[in-house]
């Protein structure tokens, strides 16, 4: 046998190896079943998926530099939350509702947009720096989209749910941090304590009114401890005697303790009156404060320091410009810039996470450990690795 035979023969063989692999990937895929066929996500930047930039079309690298290699929307280097839970339960990730062109909303739809609150502005106190896009917008957003879907689908009009997908569906919700954060600053937290019965009231309120429209399954995040983000250790007024031992502000994280815990009750009684309703409370707290506390234990090297910033030292995070903008200060131009792995860092931007710490919030809440009560998405779906 000739050495061009043998070659011949070599590379035959490595061509069917990889189609036995790939068949046997997709024959895995085909079987994969799943009983939520899509999702509709409110929220704020945490798990916007580019409703902002469709609206106020400005965003700018670094974003997205690490999986999209491009921004995309998200205000991180790349996945958020919301997109690992939609590729564990193999559906795309979630179109923008405000995004017209090359959206998909077969299998949901995402009306999270940046600095969103779950109060409207005037209510909670704030002035600026605040989205129009409140959670009362983003019902009705769900709802005419829900309508308009229903009617475009007697008309053969594609990339549209099919009219019983609503209630086949999954429910998030991860909103809330810019009632807490929003305007703290200035006019301190007692305060803002007076009007968090209201954000948990409103959060409630909504569930209920989804599960008139045919929704029965909904995950509530809670709040991420904030006395542990860069942004939050530079802007908050607060003493050394009130950081604790990893460098968090003890002071503020009671108080989204006191907020979470309010949460909480509040939906339990919201599942209480929904009988038929899974209305799981989603602990992504607890998961947070362990990486800003040990950042170390999960591969990481800093937990209260921006990976894209200005300024370097403790916190790398400057209030003046932020992740990505040149701004002149001070007679110089300043740009805030990325370091060059954002895998070693929990915060982002000051703000919010970077896609490792996403990744590691989505793993523990597919784990089902991190909800009240006791839920299993395994239950319902087979769930995809998210690597």
Not at 123 to 140: D, E, H
Not at 147 to 165: H, M, R
Not at 168 to 184: A, E, P, R, V, W
């Amino acid at each position: 046998m000739s050495v061009k035979t043998m070659k011949d023969i070599e590379l035959l063989l490595q061509i069917l190896v990889l189609f036995t692999v790939l068949m046997g990937s997709l024959m895995q895929n085909a079987d994969a079943k799943c009983d939520f066929e899509a999702i509709f996500n409110f929220g704020d930047s945490n798990s916007d998926t580019g409703g902002f930039w469709a609206a106020f079309p400005a965003q700018k690298p670094p974003n997205g530099m690490t999986y999209f290699k491009k921004p995309v929307g998200r205000a991180t280097d790349g996945r958020v939350i919301i997109d690992f839970l939609a590729q564990a339960l193999g559906l795309p990730f979630l179109s923008p509702y405000l995004q017209s062109i090359g959206s998909d909303y077969r299998h949901g739809a995402n009306f999270a947009t940046l600095a969103s609150t779950v109060l409207l502005p005037k209510t909670s106190l704030f002035v600026t720096g605040v989205s129009p896009f409140s959670l009362a917008i983003q019902l009705n957003q769900m709802k005419q989209f829900k309508v308009k879907s229903e009617e475009l689908q007697t008309s053969g009009q594609i990339n549209l749910p099919a009219p019983d997908i609503f209630r086949k569906s999954l429910y998030t919700f991860y909103i809330g941090q810019n009632d807490f954060t929003g305007n703290l600053p200035y006019i301190g937290i007692s305060v803002v304590k007076h009007y968090l019965p209201q954000v948990v009231s409103q959060i409630s309120s909504t569930i209920k009114e989804i599960y008139e429209l045919g929704g029965r399954t909904f995950l509530v995040l809670n709040l991420a401890p904030i006395g542990c983000y860069p942004a939050f250790l530079v802007e908050l007024p607060h003493n050394t005697s009130d950081v604790d031992s990893f460098g968090c502000m003890i002071f503020y994280n009671n108080a989204v303790v006191e907020y979470n815990n309010m949460l909480k009750e509040a939906l339990r009684q919201t599942r209480e009156s929904l009988a038929d309703a899974n209305v799981v409370y989603t602990d992504i707290h607890s998961v947070m404060l362990e990486l800003f506390q040990h950042p170390t234990s999960h591969d990481m090297k800093y937990g209260t320091k921006a990976c894209c910033g200005y300024g370097g030292g403790d916190y790398n995070f400057n209030q003046q410009v932020f992740c990505g903008n040149t701004k002149l200060i001070n007679g110089k131009n300043i740009t805030a810039t990325s370091c060059s792995d954002p895998y070693n860092y929990v915060s982002w931007d000051g703000i919010h996470a970077t896609e490792a710490a996403n990744k590691i919030v989505a793993a523990a809440i597919l784990d089902g450990s991190h909800f009240d009560p006791p839920f299993s998405l395994k239950k319902f779906c087979d769930i995809q690795p998210i690597g």
